[in-house]
């Protein structure tokens, strides 16, 4: 096998960069480097320029170095992305530095280097770029240079691909020191055109940001060709000893195991799961390697970051399908792993280093099945995975033409607990109310389901939309995602009467957020006929929708939140006619006072469990609502003696506070009930109808 399978073509356009500022060109080139996941991965890596511009107070022309900002992403960043410092003040830092010992106080004096006021705050990397004499700095982290970069014999490797134009330093913890570093070997080295940092990255540098960029690929490109070469007749990781189960049962796996451990790993908080079966992860699960190489962990510190300093292989057994047995040991398997990491943090703390973080693992590795990861919310879950297939693709390389080598235990320990990476955590904005839950939204394309949906989204939920409507679905997800991303949001076609369907959507929300928290069980018709004109199957119809589905709903989210053991939240969405009666509307009311029923009892039997249910009573929530188009409006505007136009009006004046209820108004009451704002209620029912005596609660 090999690291990669083409190289890396120029995407630079000359013609579009031909009126473009050097800043523009900086950030042209940054979002054409991280455009492509081989040449770095998501947040990793930095670009820079030097640019000379006149000063806000004098006038003169100064050198200003442009660097992207802590925590950017260059595939994505925009102008306001980068940071601006003076070069002179940068240089001047030198007569401040006290030695590698005080290195960290460095970074203190980076804001009084800003130029113009920037607000975005300069990253540890800024000396990396800052003393490397060229106007244009490339720093990436490629797989194909990190996989020269982690191996036992990486300098001679260096030297055997690359001659003298790629230089060489040993692993250095990124900071001012590894800045001077730079700089001495460029004075030094004056004809090199970059340097692998073992065990880190490849920094790339030009007087002119287009040659700058086509070096980068450049040398990417050798390191390609080079493992290409090496390894077309080496079997991956030792070859396969496990098969791959076909999708269908590996899916199926994952959806057994993942609210298993997810439970096991919320303790602090609610986490987010991601599942990948991609050929990459699945040659590496399944290889004989993959243990020993899996215990080393990984070796760029942007990979180990983000995925621990090392995964937890699960004993699956894909020849047995032993699914069962394995999670029954699932609780033992993972304290173990928590043991592990406590001792690992014991071994290597320091005096001043921060508490004992989750001791849980990230990345969870099934032979035979793919690899699951956990974080606090989906997109660092997605985030974290990408990050470790990036080490799968580093360590499939390094140990096929010589042997692989993670970081030293010590060193990992210290990138992971450094006193400026805890400061940074420490920065960031609290968690929204519902970060890290998942829920479960039926009737999710129509007005009340999708102002849930919405609703749940704005607190840092997760949300699962389910409708029988295909083409409705498809619209509230283009609509939904547009404002909260691609990740946050799924969509499942599911009849809420058919067993099998109902049981198939929450293993689909079992393996693309890893459970579900919240069930909102909003699926609904409404029909009007008086009683002798009432068929049976319209009867059978109304209490199928509503009220065996949302037995059938409400049964697969107490068997989900079971496993998980980690409490939840049911919201019925039933309706005032549930509590008073309606003319010309006996299977409706019959089938809403049944489903408010079933929450009471559901309350009664989920309480010991931590789940709780209770009940939105909406009233005459026409804006939106998919069951008032068509018949049911007709037959309403009938019974009532109006007209269509008048039937909102009608009922607006005949609540007692005199207002028409909105989608939204029903939204805030299914997030109370959601919420802990809520965490004392169960059993409970919330009116939204703006006022009705007769549907008073007794």
């Not at 490797?157 to 330093?169: N, P, R």
């Not at 999708?247 to 991601?274: C, D, W, Y």
């Not at 049976?536 to 053991?565: C, H, P």
């Not at 309403?636 to 209820?661: F, H, P, Q, W």
């Amino acid at each position: 096998m090999t690291t990669e399978t083409t190289q890396l073509a120029s995407l630079w356009d000359d013609a579009k960069a031909a009126n473009m500022s050097e800043p523009e060109k900086l950030l042209y080139r940054s979002n054409l480097l991280g455009s492509d996941k081989r040449v770095t991965n998501y947040g990793g890596g930095n670009t820079s320029a030097k640019v000379f511009q006149a000063d806000p107070l004098s006038g003169e022309e100064v050198e200003v170095l442009w660097v992207k900002g802590s925590g950017g992403d260059v595939g994505s960043i925009k102008m306001d992305g980068f940071s601006t410092l003076y070069m002179d003040k940068l240089r001047a830092l030198k007569g401040k530095y006290r030695g590698v010992e005080f290195e960290d106080e460095m970074v203190g004096y980076l804001p009084h280097c800003t130029f113009n006021l920037n607000p975005r705050a300069a990253s540890i990397d800024t000396p990396l770029h800052a003393y490397v004499p060229k106007a244009h700095v490339d720093h990436m982290h490629p797989d194909a240079i990190i996989a020269i970069a982690a191996t036992k014999d990486s300098k001679a490797m260096t030297k055997e691909i690359f001659g003298d134009d790629i230089g060489w330093l040993p692993w250095k913890k990124p900071g001012y020191e590894l800045g001077l570093w730079l700089e001495k070997f460029c004075l030094e080295n004056p004809d090199a055109k970059g340097v692998v940092l073992e065990s880190h990255g490849l920094f790339t540098w030009d007087d002119d940001a287009k040659t700058c960029y086509e070096l980068t690929l450049e040398i990417i490109n050798k390191a390609i060709a080079y493992f290409e070469e090496k390894t077309a007749d080496v079997p991956a990781f030792g070859g396969a000893v496990h098969e791959s189960l076909e999708t269908k049962a590996r899916r199926e796996v994952a959806a057994k195991l993942m609210p298993a451990i997810r439970g096991f790993v919320s303790g602090q908080q609610h986490m987010v799961g991601n599942f990948v079966d991609s050929d990459a992860v699945l040659e590496f699960v399944n290889a004989k390697d993959m243990p020993a190489l899996a215990a080393l962990g990984t070796s760029c510190p942007d990979h180990f970051l983000r995925t621990k300093i090392c995964p937890l292989v699960v004993d699956f057994d894909p020849a047995k399908n032993n699914i069962d047995e394995v999670l029954e040991g699932l609780e033992a398997q993972i304290a173990k792993y928590r043991e592990g990491y406590a001792a690992y943090y014991d071994r290597c703390k320091h005096d001043d280093s921060p508490a004992l973080r989750d001791p849980n693992a990230v990345v969870y590795l099934i032979p035979g099945v793919g690899m699951i990861t956990f974080a606090k919310d989906r997109a660092t879950a997605r985030i974290s995975g990408e990050f470790y297939v990036n080490a799968i693709n580093v360590m499939r390389g390094a140990s096929a033409v010589s042997e692989y080598c993670g970081l030293p235990e010590q060193e990992a320990f210290d990138i992971e607990y450094w006193l400026l990476e805890e400061a940074k955590l420490q920065r960031m904005p609290k968690p929204k109310s519902l970060a890290g839950q998942v829920a479960l939204v039926t009737g999710g394309a129509g007005g009340i389901g999708s102002a849930t949906a919405e609703r749940y989204l704005s607190e840092g939920a997760c949300v699962m939309l389910a409708d029988i409507n295909e083409d409705s679905l498809k619209a509230t997800y283009d609509n939904l995602t547009s404002r909260y991303g691609k990740d946050v949001v799924r969509t499942v076609v599911m009849n809420v009467t058919d067993e099998d369907a109902v049981a198939a959507a929450y293993a689909y929300t079992a393996v693309e957020f890893g459970g579900v928290d919240i069930l909102v069980s909003n699926a609904g018709i409404a029909s009007s006929a008086p009683v002798e004109e009432t068929t049976l199957d319209l009867w059978n119809k109304n209490m199928d929708i509503l009220s065996t589905g949302y037995f059938l709903v409400s049964r697969e989210a107490f068997k989900m939140m079971r496993v998980q053991d980690m409490g939840g939240s049911v919201v019925f969405v039933a309706s005032k006619n549930g509590l008073a009666a309606s003319p010309n509307a006996a299977a409706y009311c019959t089938a809403k006072a049944s489903e408010i029923h079933l929450a009471r009892c559901l309350a009664l039997e989920g309480a010991e469990a931590g789940i709780r249910v209770n009940v939105v009573n909406p009233d005459a929530v026409l804006r939106g609502s998919k069951i008032w188009e068509g018949e049911w409006l007709d037959q309403r505007a009938g019974t009532y003696g109006t007209d269509k136009e008048g039937l909102e009006e009608m009922y607006r004046n005949r609540s007692m506070l005199k207002r028409s209820v909105l989608p939204e108004d029903i939204a805030e009451a299914a997030y109370f009930f959601a919420s802990d704002k809520s965490a004392k209620s169960t059993g409970n029912i919330v009116n939204v109808d703006a006022g009705n005596v007769q549907a008073f609660t007794r």
